[in-house]
Nanobody
Framework: QVQLVESGGGLVQAGGSLRLSCVAS????????MGWYRQAPGKQRELVAS???????NFAESVKGRFIISRDSAKNTVYLQMNSLKPEDTAVYYC?????????WGQGTQVTVSS
């Protein structure tokens, strides 16, 4: 089973930036797609961005042009650089990773954007 630990959340003013990190450990043989999801109060969890082993990326329309996802395969780490943050980006952000042994989720990190 894969374990994921996120860091980097916090409180930021609108227009500011934050960088989230997620380190994978445990059963990470053939670590495949990694991604970030978010869940705001009263809303369903939604995909924010994902990245394949080969580096192909996918973004939610709402964050395109503002967020950048990257990964360091040597460190089993995925990053989410969030720029030009908006109050509607406020949510708990979860890291997700898929391996041959199955998928895993992090515990979540709170991102709060004040207006």
């Amino acid at each position: 089973q894969v374990q994921l630990v996120e860091s980097g959340g916090g409180l930021v003013q609108a227009g500011g930036s934050l960088r989230l990190s997620c380190v994978a450990s445990g059963n990470i043989f053939r670590l495949n797609d990694m991604g970030w999801y978010r869940q705001a109060p009263g809303k369903q969890r939604e995909l924010v961005a994902s990245i394949t082993r080969g580096g192909s990326t996918n973004f939610a329309e709402s964050v395109k042009g503002r967020f950048i996802i990257s990964r360091d395969s040597a460190k089993n780490t995925v990053y989410l650089q969030m720029n030009s943050l908006k109050p509607e980006d406020t949510a708990v952000y979860y890291c997700n990773a898929e391996t041959l042994a199955g998928a895993g989720w992090g515990q979540g990190t709170q991102v709060t954007v004040s207006s």
